[in-house]
């Protein structure tokens, strides 16, 4: 069950990653396409979507320091942390957002952190 929960944590991890690549880096080209954003909006909202892609590489940090941290307890405190921070902003960008959102991040989240506690 723990390899499990670690599989799903690190998918998370890395749809987050995915994520803030598309917020950041990625954002004028494949970002924009993704968002459903005209140039025009993307112009408006770009500096937003750096910052929150920043929070998501912080997201991403917490889930790696927990799949990597030596000491159990310290790693599975970072993981339900990450696991938890994700499922919430999921659920609140499938309310304020798109509710695709929900499947693509919540519901991998919330599988991860019931698997990690099943563990």
């Not at 957002?97 to 952190?113: D, E, F, H, W, Y």
Request: with cysteine.
């Amino acid at each position: 069950m723990l390899l499990a929960a670690q599989i799903v944590t690190a998918l998370v991890a890395l749809i987050h990653v995915y994520i803030v690549l598309l917020e950041t880096a990625l954002f004028d080209t494949r970002g924009r396409r993704v968002f459903g954003l005209s140039r025009e909006k993307a112009d408006i909202v770009r500096s937003a979507m750096s910052n929150q892609g920043c929070y998501n590489g912080f997201l991403v940090a917490a889930l790696a320091v927990g799949l990597a941290h030596p000491d159990a307890a310290i790693a599975s405190a970072f993981t339900v942390f990450g696991l938890a921070c994700v499922a919430v902003a999921g659920v609140w960008g499938g309310v304020t957002v798109k509710r695709s959102i929900l499947l693509i991040q919540t519901l991998p989240a919330v599988i991860g952190l019931a698997l990690h506690f099943a563990a």
